[in-house]
């Protein structure tokens, strides 16, 4: 195994020569704006360091990586009562597709492709003000990496608030099959909000200590769950791209549409990557490549 900071280097270098990094984002109109020739890696390992690359203290939207916060939050809230609202399938469609719900009538595929998720966080949410809700991913988000300085950019939320018709389309859908408990504007400003989340690629890396189980990592999150999440990040953390992701890292991972990457080494180290360009699939194209470079250089494929 070689030393992770030559291959970090390397990396890194090889990766900021790729002349096509993709495009950001367009749906979202504040996300639209960033530049995509970026990128920062961060790593956790085991003996408690952090090692980066790049712009590791630049704030990046997390986007979908919010919802395996949320997806913490609310298996505490309702336990395995969750998983009769939403299975843990892999989807084979894109993170904001419609298609299976008709014919699964109301019940998402996997907490993590948007319809999920949208179910996911009105289990969280179950009543209270989204404010309550909020304050529990963010809690727990600040817990998981140890740092207070993690906050929600409400312009990015508002962007989308303003421009989702997709996922309003997919509340009302679900609300139409009983599958949401809350008004559908609660729960999706809720969800926005969520998504909207700011953070760097160290802490970002810190929060996922926890899921890889490194020593000396807060114990936040129990074994059981740490081991299905794993195994929901392996098989749908990337949507459609998740069989790709899979068969080039090797490893569990959750991306979002703002360009980040958390991928967990399970026992050994936690990966946070951001680079905005975006790859067919929604997911960072540079972010991806590194996590694939990584995991073959340091030998941390799981398989
Ligand atoms: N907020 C985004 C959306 O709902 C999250 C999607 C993503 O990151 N893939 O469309």
Redesign the pocket.
Known sequence: MSDILDSLKRVFEEVTQEADWGQPAQYIPELAEVDPAQLAISVCTADGKTHSAGLSDKLFSI??ISKIFSLIAALGRAGDQLWTRVGCEPSGTS??SIVLLESERGQPRNPFV?AGAIVTTDALLSGREPKMALAEILGLVRAMAEDDNIHINADVAKS?QRT?ER?KALAHYLASYGNLLNPPDLTLGTY?HQ?AIEMTTVQLARAGRTLARIDGAPKIVSAHHARRLNALMMTCGHYDGSGDFAFKVGLPGK????GGLLVIVPGKASIAIWSPGLNAY?NSKAGTRVAAMLSQSMGWSIF
């Open positions: 986007q979908s993170f904001d948007n989308e989702g996922n926005f998504c991306s979002g549409v703002g929604g």
